[in-house]
């Protein structure tokens, strides 16, 4: 690749080169500065303060709901009958 010459002097293919290169290492530090931060809130410890589960398939506890889910288990059933209905399909 030939030299340009831009303005007074020469801008060989090392310089720009090196000029890219030394772009690339800033780019790249600036990156691995974001990433350390990243990283370092992962680990924070998480606190679950509560749960509360109403699902289908006779699930009443977390435990049962992850023993549900494990288990591959279709628990979809009929519509209660003794809830009362506040969606009919004409009502949109």
């Known amino acids: 690749m030939p030299d340009e010459t831009v303005g007074a002097r020469t801008v060989s293919t090392e310089d720009k080169l090196r000029d890219y290169l030394k772009r690339v290492t800033a780019d790249l530090t600036s990156v691995r500065q974001r990433l350390r931060a990243a990283e370092s809130t992962e680990h924070e410890p998480i606190a679950v303060i509560g749960m ?4 289908p398939g006779g699930v009443d506890s977390p435990e049962a709901l992850w023993r549900l889910v ?11 009958a003794t809830r009362p209905l506040r969606w009919t399909p004409s009502s949109g």
């Open 70 to 80: 494990r288990d591959g288990v279709d628990a979809m059933g009929d519509f209660p």
């Open 52 to 55: 509360s589960c109403r699902f």
